[in-house]
């Protein structure tokens, strides 16, 4: 038997060191190294059960020769899920879910599983709550699960022949931070049983052909607890986002195999669980109020789908010095710079004023396409002048006040008419020569200055 030897391994970031030390030499976090236990090496470098030559040989394959055109798709029966993980799950795909605690991870997955097990086999590994916990929350959700099981256990090499035998489509582990394995020496939660946890969770998955969804709890920072591995070992990576005190959930893929990264899927918080938004554009604009100064209307992109948002802003006598720059759902330090730009270019000033910026209904957009419409509600709050109601602008606004354009611009304008929006300032590289059928009072423009003139017209004329 190999014999054990004594490493220190942060439980930050996972680096090892031979020795306690008060720092982490890698990640600089303080009093992360704990003790673990690790086998000595053989002779030929392995260790444990590495050290004994594998019984089996690795096949080359021809890469023309692999059959099938493209991965096999299942719906979870709701729309905005399928759309983040690009038109459904994968067999044998592994998916990380990470979220602020009592956000709907376990909710959503359980939707999801409930919907799939009316005909095919679903396991629900539940480690934090009693089977009565989850049992009770299926049942106040109104939903059928006729064939899920429940396995409230967190012992791996328990959990591991529990799914060999019931082949099922798909695995939920409600959460990684409680799975252990006897082969580690250190506590769950612990970055080492992370990683071997999720890498026995991914083989699996891979050689039963089971979906597998992994819950994992998030760090103060957002970031999923544990290193960043766990990222790199899955397939694909979702994070729930919502403001506090808002029912509204945002899904957003950040790792993709099988479909685009950055892809969003919006939900309703509601008794009866995840409800999805299939037309956010008017949930998003519903509560606007007409003649009102500071609010002004753009189409961002939240992966693949253009939606229509409201940006708003206050400008007010500065309470203190320096004058406050806040933002809420925008790039914080970019604000400075486009105020700086509307100081510049627009023959207005807001030297001497808080400015304070807002996108309805707890959207965060970092896309440059908001620049112009953030300048056109503090414009308007400033004037105390409300913009054209059906006026629509995107774009971004460059330091010497010119307007470029920003992807996707033909699709942008035709969710904005889709939604009964005539109006419409535009970057001059956003607009095809032969010219866009049905788009009513089309600007197309080139600098602020040119923006703020277009809309003087429409306001006079």
Known sequence: M???????????????????????????????????????RTHSGRTGADAHPRTQSAELININEVEGDREERHATGLGELDRVLGGGFVPGSVVLVGGDPGIGKSTLLLQAGAFLARNEPVIYVSGEESPLQVASRSRRLGLDCHHLSLIA???????????????????????????????????????????????????????????LFIIGHVTKEGAIAGPRVLEHLV??????ENDLGSRYRIVRSVKNRYGAANEAGIFLMTENGLREIRNPSAIFLSSRLEGV????????????????VEVQALVDDAQ?????????????????????????????SVAGRDVFVNVVGGLRISETAVDLPVLLAVWSNLLDRPLPQDLVAFGEVGLSGEIRPVFGGEERLRESMKHGFKKALVPRGNVARQGLEGAGDLCVVSRLDECLKAIENWLTG
């Open 320 to 348: 203190s010095m320096p004058p406050r720059r806040i933002t809420v759902g925008t790039d914080p330090p970019r604000l400075s710079l486009l105020l700086a730009i509307f100081n510049r270019h627009s023959g207005q």
């Open 2 to 40: 190999p014999k054990p030897s004594i490493a220190y391994r942060c439980e930050a970031c996972g680096a090892e060191a031979p020795r306690w030390i008060g720092r982490c030499p890698d990640c600089g976090a303080w009093n992360t190294l704990t003790e673990v236990a690790r086998l000595s």
């Open 153 to 211: 256990e967190t012992h791996l090499e328990t959990i591991i022949p529990l799914i060999q035998k019931a082949h099922p489509r798909m695995v939920v582990i409600d959460s990684i931070q409680t799975v252990y394995s006897d082969r580690v020496e250190s506590a769950p939660g612990s970055v080492t049983q992370l990683r071997e946890s999720t890498a026995a969770l991914v083989r699996l998955a891979k050689t039963t052909g089971a979906a």
């Open 293 to 308: 100064s500071g609010s002004a209307v753009t189409v961002t992109r939240e992966g693949s789908r253009p939606m229509l």
């Open 235 to 240: 397939d694909t990576v979702l994070y729930f």
